[in-house]
Structures are given as structure tokens and as C-alpha cells.
């Protein structure tokens, strides 16, 4: 048994595949097919649904469901009211929609499904994901502060007090980090993910090949490794919601620049 | 990495369905339920608000008729007082008026009784007198056989009698 290698590809579990021979369904001439990360997508949304549902009862004196829900929409409430103002109200049905539908995935990418066969997949571990909610915030942004301000939105790039010489200097620099915001909300959430899965795996391949190698090494190599991973899989816990939060905080933000300008 | 190698293959996939399930999250979720659980919590942050209002409204109502009760039963307590103080001094009048004329008639009486005391003891002095004068005169004529006339017995009776 010892002899035989353990095949552990951290990458592996990023794999998309089609399920159940969609591979070959197309919408204008562009794939379609329903993958694993599309399945978690709807699981996702299905498990949303329900916790949201849960909250519907419109109680008085709210249960525990309920006020769970309710706190979730409270804390979305408050964050914009905090940073846009009595204006933010309004998203309050986007920011919550792509907070909860972001700390929903990666909290069940997280779920231990491996233990009875099954591969949670954590769809926001892709760019391709995560680029599109963070293009979809940032067009909001565009749509916002055009629709209020005009052209005068440009103003945004040349921030109060800016002395007149500096303006072609600073200008620039502050278009381009402004045009830098959808990459870095983007890649923040696809490389936390992915670094936390990559880690994950990593580490259960050294508990794996540890404890294949003998016992010594499961000792020496193996169970620190596990201890590690338990740890880990707090922390990961806590990034999921972190980052989560961070890409509902940056987006109100940037919706903050667009509602009140600088 | 997959992200990557499989990016050409999978991105429209990863695309549309991402919209479609994000956009069923958002108007179905974010736009259909998230206002209505804030409705909720609205209305019951007003209905606790209106409550208090209320509770508030109720306690200020009950302070000031406990404060008009106050008055009144203070206005009252007074008005009791008065009538109390009016009887007492209605009753000590009449009852000094009632001594009064007791203490009058028990005088009238007295003066009446000593009137006739006075009457009584002066007719029993007469009485007396003539008794006296009378026997005296009987005396003398038995005893010196002489005849007394009857002034002179009374002068001599009156002479002794004030001399005790």
C-alpha cells in the first residue's frame, strides 16, 4: 500500500465539467452547457431562496429565523446608509443580493461533501465569475454617476484642492486607479478563494502521502499537517465571510463615489 | 489551473449562468423578498415607537388628573375643614347662650329665695316680737301685778332683743 502513490492536484477541484451531457448545448453559437460551477450556482441560489423565505413570516415579535434574516438585511442597510447616505436605500436589494450570493458560495464551496462522495465546487474561485459581479458593480457605478452628474462625473478624477498645475498629473493617476477597481474587486475574491482551496488540498496531500510514507511520517508530517488544516478551515470560514463583506463594502463605496461624487 | 486552461471552453457558460442565476438571486430575492422583510422590520420599529408614544401619552394623561385630583381633594380637605370649624362655632355660641340664660334664671331664683328668706325672717322677728312683747306683759302683770301697756312692753322686748 505504501508503495503506492497518492495523485492529490490541488488544482483538480477548480475543474469544470459539463453534467449530464449538457457539454453541447449553445445559445448563439456560445456554450452553454450546465457545469458543476452552474449547479452550484443554482444550489446557491435555491439555499438563498430558503434562508430569505425563512424570514418572510412577517412576525411581530420576529423567531430566531427571522431575525437572523433580518439582521443579514440590517447589516446591508446600515453599511449603506454609513457610506452612501439615506441615497443608499436603494441598493439595498443589489448589495444584498451579491452579498449573500457571494458568502453563500463560498461557504458551501466550504461544506465537507468529499466525506459522502460528493465535490462541493466553490464557483467563486473563478475569474470568470467574479470578474462578471465585479463588472456588473462597476457599471453600476458608471450608470449612477453619469445618470446624476453628467459629465461633471469626471470631476471625480481631479479630488478637492487639487492644485492647477497638478491637475494633468493627478488626473491620470486617479482615472487609472478608478479604471483599476473591477480587477483588483475581482481578483480579490477569485485569489482568496482559490488560495484558500489550493492551501486546503495541499495540506490534506501531505496528510495523505504522510501517513502513506509509514507512521513515522504520519507523526511527524502528517498529523501537524491535519492540526494545520483544522485551523485553516476556521480561517477559511471567516474569509469567506470577510471577503464577502469586502466586496459588498467596496461596492458601496464605489456607488458612494458615484452618488455624491468627492 | 483550470481558471486559466480551461478558460476558452467554459467562459460563456460561466457567464450565462451566472447571470441567470445572479439575476434570479436579484429580482426574486434582493428585489421580491429583501423589501418586504425591511417593511417588516419598519413596521415594527413604528409600532414600537407608536407604543411608547402611547405608554408616553398615557403616563402624562394619568399625571395630570392624579394632579387634578390633587386639587380637588385638597379644595375639598378645605372646604371640610370650614365646615367642621363653623359648627363648632355655631355649637359653642348656642351653648354659652343656653348657659347664659341658665346661669340667669338660677339668679332670679336665688334673688327670689332670698327675698323671701329676708320676708320670712322679718315677719318671724315681728312674730317673735309681738310673742315676746305680749308675754312680757303677761309677765310683768302676773308678777308685779302692775299693768304694761303695750308700747312700752315692745320697746323693752326690742330693747332686749337687740341687746341679745
Not at chain 1, 497518492?6 to 452553454?32: C, H, R
Not at chain 1, 433580518?70 to 444584498?96: C, H, Q, W
Not at chain 1, 461633471?152 to 493627478?170: D, E, K
Amino acid at each position: 500500500m505504501a508503495a503506492e502513490q497518492a495523485k492529490v492536484d490541488p488544482m483538480y477541484q477548480f475543474t469544470i465539467e459539463p453534467l449530464a451531457g449538457s457539454g453541447g448545448w449553445e445559445l448563439a453559437g456560445y456554450n452553454i452547457a450546465f457545469t458543476n460551477s452552474a449547479l452550484w450556482m443554482l444550489i446557491t441560489t435555491v439555499v438563498l431562496f430558503l434562508f430569505v423565505l425563512g424570514g418572510m413570516r412577517r412576525e411581530l415579535v420576529p423567531g430566531r429565523w427571522q431575525m437572523m434574516v433580518e439582521s443579514f438585511t440590517g447589516f446591508i442597510d446600515n453599511m449603506l446608509e454609513a457610506n452612501i447616505g439615506k441615497a443608499g436605500r436603494k441598493y439595498v436589494p443589489y448589495v444584498f443580493s451579491l452579498f449573500m450570493f457571494i458568502l453563500f458560495a463560498n461557504l458551501l464551496g466550504l461544506l465537507p461533501l468529499g466525506v459522502i462522495g460528493l465535490h462541493p465546487f466553490t464557483f467563486t474561485s473563478h475569474f470568470t465569475v467574479t470578474g462578471v459581479l465585479a463588472i456588473i458593480s462597476f457599471s453600476i457605478v458608471l450608470i449612477v454617476g453619469f445618470w446624476r452628474h453628467g459629465l461633471h462625473f469626471f470631476s471625480l478624477f481631479v479630488p478637492h484642492g487639487t492644485p492647477l498645475p497638478m491637475i494633468p498629473v493627478i488626473a491620470p493617476i486617479e482615472f487609472i486607479s478608478f479604471m483599476v477597481r473591477p480587477f483588483s474587486l475581482g481578483l480579490r475574491l477569485f485569489v482568496a478563494m482559490m488560495a484558500g482551496h489550493v492551501l486546503l488540498e495541499v495540506l490534506s496531500s501531505f496528510v495523505i502521502d504522510g501517513t502513506n510514507a509509514g507512521a513515522g511520517f504520519g507523526l511527524l508530517v502528517g498529523l501537524p499537517s491535519f492540526l494545520l488544516m483544522i485551523g485553516i478551515c476556521a480561517l477559511e470560514l471567516l474569509v469567506a465571510g470577510i471577503q464577502a463583506y469586502v466586496f459588498a463594502l467596496l461596492t458601496s463605496l464605489y456607488i458612494n463615489d458615484a452618488e455624491n461624487l468627492h | 489551473m483550470p481558471q486559466i486552461a480551461q478558460l476558452a471552453d467554459t467562459w460563456s457558460s460561466q457567464v450565462f449562468w451566472l447571470l441567470v442565476f445572479f439575476g434570479i438571486t436579484f429580482f426574486v430575492i434582493g428585489k421580491g423578498m429583501v423589501p418586504k422583510v425591511m417593511d417588516t422590520v419598519a413596521q415594527r420599529d413604528g409600532q414600537i415607537a407608536a407604543d411608547l408614544a402611547a405608554a408616553k401619552a398615557a403616563r402624562d394623561a394619568a399625571d395630570e388628573q392624579e394632579e387634578a385630583w390633587r386639587v380637588k381633594e385638597n379644595e375639598n380637605r378645605a372646604a371640610a375643614q370650614a365646615i367642621v370649624a363653623k359648627a363648632k362655632d355655631e355649637a359653642a355660641a348656642k351653648s354659652e347662650k343656653k348657659l347664659k340664660a341658665a346661669q340667669t334664671r338660677i339668679d332670679k331664683k336665688l334673688t327670689d329665695a332670698e327675698v323671701r328668706i329676708a320676708e320670712a325672717r322679718t315677719a318671724a322677728l315681728a312674730e317673735v316680737e309681738a310673742v315676746a312683747s305680749e308675754a312680757a306683759q303677761d309677765i310683768v302683770k302676773t308678777l308685779a301685778g302692775v299693768k304694761v301697756t303695750k308700747p312700752v312692753a315692745t320697746a323693752a322686748v326690742k330693747e332686749q332683743m337687740a341687746h341679745g
